[in-house]
């Protein structure tokens, strides 16, 4: 890693809101965590420690340089300041790792402060500067009907708008496509007129969209410019900045998106790198992207809408990473929390990205590269409930950390799935008690009776093994739609748990879906934070080059490739990364001559030329034969867009790798009645401590196994070894029970 001229490197990030180069900016003293503190206190004692904010827990994560963890710890999340619950967790963090903050020399984080931002409407007051004509692109869209059939449209982007249409004014300008020619030059009275008007309506944040700024961006850029100059308070962003692509739509709406999250994300990230900063952190602090890299906290302010859904990302990493540790390299990540349950898709131990016109956030569409991640609000805090029309539902409200479920003791008086594993007798409440001191299990009883199993004439046991059956199912069919429908079959894979919840969910999951292996890491409850330690450095840059793959334009591929790679390995190099140190991936998104949607697939190695379009050609076939189950050898391909993706690889977590393993069953802690879903009646369970296993030692269910931040669930008919690296490997009997009641579990030659 290339030396940085000085061990005290300097931060600038922008104080008020983005304006470019010139901002103003505060200070914060940071040295990057390229530059190594242990000649000073010991190569020993240095930790990279990673911190995920979800909406219930704040996890986090320490490891050595070696990749082996440290210590973990879990609290619950300050929703107000999420920082707060960051800073108090990594000070008891590492007073369990016996380290102090001058000790960290890489600190990663995944947040959902530009989520929430978007999902509470709580972003700021924005405005749009666009091309006269095109003021209601925003409002349009793409003349999209959600519900066909029904005379009820509630669609976001108009009842609920980003930039009020008052606040979006246009100016006179206009580029031609193809070639980016200027039809009409930028009238800049018109534009002086309308930041003056946007300053007067006490606009906080200004979006610059002009129509195919994508081909010539100089109409855009000299709006932003004086945007910047006449009003320095405004956080100002230009569609070339952040979305260059074709698609007018989309692009002003990622825009609008930007500006919308830019100044309450630059506020918080300016606030938790001062803290880490005056707590004496010698480390850069680093924030996960929803593509699955990471960036430094000056990229997460000129562009926070690459952080949008990146807290999900980090369980898949992990994944992925455990997979590949044991010779797994096809992964299903379900990661259940006390909000959500997160499932990725990873095939030959690679994420999948979403199509841009996928990607869409909170009923909002975004175009910006985001990992193909499905969320759904099934988690320990889901809440159980009837609706007016007397269905039993699961979520996905949720009680959160604060008052949480019924059974902490903290004022919630509605059943969530925690409290029915309560019930169930999975949870036990002296084991509980140490991370919940208020647990009151009679508490989780009650409101289990009273709002679910009194007014549905059940008992309470088949009450509460309804939750979660309604919370399983929901899991499945969100999984079956990540995998089967998208050309996986989720019995080539093996199914990897993580989060605090994960454990109990993975087994009937897995069945339901004839998936015949279940992976529990060492650290299950933890995952996404442990995610972020073995994430990349990345930057991706993307351009739109329309074009024939038969008559491209070789020269014009190849500059736009150089001008991109040469962008992206500077921002690393800007990061103290040398260029020995720096990987890149090259793509192209291309489709069928008549289609309306692009697949992106692998650039070929080698110059570009007739043979490289010829491989091309030959990958995007195989890629629509995968994912559709037809190919158009005979169709003309055009290429849209390309992109290139410059990373510095992570660094791994490692297992400590057992030389010897331990012979026969083991010992339980204990034995008490649990109820399983299907099984009628109570049976006698075993319960072991997670920390008291040995590599090679093997379970029966049904059990349970409790460790401090997750419990898992062994169900009748299924086993559990431990295997060399620490890990819990739970597999199907050969009885063909299915969790799903009625409902047999795959068979040989079966589909789904």
Known sequence: MAEPSSMDGLMRLPEGPCNGTSAPAVTVSVRKFAVFIGARRGAGNLARIGIDIGGTFTDLIAAGRDGQVLATHKLASTPDDPSRAAMQGAEELLRKAG????????????????????????????????????????????????????????????????????????????????????????????????????????????????????????????????????????????????????????????????????????????????????????????LMTSSGGMV????????????????????????????????????????????????????????????LLDTRVGDYDVMTPMVDIATLGAGGGSIAWLDPEGMFRVGPQSAGADPGPACYGKGGDRPTVTDALLVSGWYRADHLADAVPSLAPDRARDAIRRRVAEPLGLTLEDAAGGIFDIAVNNMVEAMRLASVSKGFDPREFTLVAYGGAGGAFAAPVAEALAIGEVLIPPHPGVGAAGGLLCAQVRYEFKATLWGDLEDLDYGAVSGRFDEMTQ????????????????????????????????????????????????????????????????????????????????YVPGTPLVSARAEEEAAGDAEPLLTAPCRFPGAGKALTTSFYRRSALRPGHRIEGPAIVEQPDTTTAIPPGWQASVDRYSNLRLTPGSTGVSWERGRPALGEGETL
């Open 99 to 286: 380290l102090d903050f001058s000790d960290i020399e890489f600190c990663c984080h995944g947040t959902t402060v530009a989520t929430n931002a978007l999902l509470e409407r709580k972003g700021a007051r924005t405005g749009l500067i666009t091309t006269r004509g095109f003021r209601d692109v925003l409002h349009i869209g793409r003349k999209d009907r959600p519900y066909n059939f029904s005379h009820y449209q509630e669609i976001a982007r108009q009842s609920r708008p980003l930039t009020p249409r008052r606040w979006r004014i246009t100016v006179r300008e206009r580029v031609r496509a193809p070639d980016g020619e200027v039809e009409v030059p930028l009238n800049e009275d018109d534009v002086l007129e309308a930041v003056a008007l946007l300053r007067e309506q006490g606009v906080e944040s200004i979006a610059v969209c002009c129509l195919f700024s994508f081909l010539n961006p100089e109409h855009e850029r000299r709006i932003a410019d004086i945007a910047r100059r006449e009003f320095p308070e405004a956080y100002v962003t230009a569609s070339h900045e952040i979305a260059p692509l074709v698609r007018e739509y989309e692009r002003f709406s990622t825009t609008a998106m930007n500006a919308y999250v830019g100044p309450v994300t630059g506020r918080y990230v300016r606030r938790f790198a001062a803290a880490l900063d005056e707590a004496g952190v010698p480390a850069q602090l680093r």
């Open 296 to 355: 430094a906290p000056a990229e997460a302010w000129r562009r926070p809408v690459n952080l949008l859904l990146s807290g999900p990302v980090g369980a898949l990493i992990a994944g992925i990473e455990a997979g590949a540790e044991i010779g797994r390299r096809n992964v299903i990540t379900l990661d259940v929390g006390g909000t959500s349950a997160d499932i990725g898709v990873a095939p030959n131990g690679e994420m999948r990205m979403r199509s």
């Open 567 to 646: 962008e992206a390995t500077q921002r690393l190099a800007g990061d103290g990364f040398g260029a020995d140190e720096v990987r890149l991936k090259l793509w192209a998104e291309c489709r069928y001559a008549g289609q309306g949607n692009e697949l992106a697939v692998d650039a070929p190695p080698g110059d570009i030329d007739a043979g490289w379009a010829e491989a091309l050609r030959e990958r995007f076939d195989a890629e629509h034969q995968r994912a559709y189950l037809r190919a158009y050898p005979d169709m003309p391909v055009r290429v849209i867009n390309l992109g290139v993706s410059a």
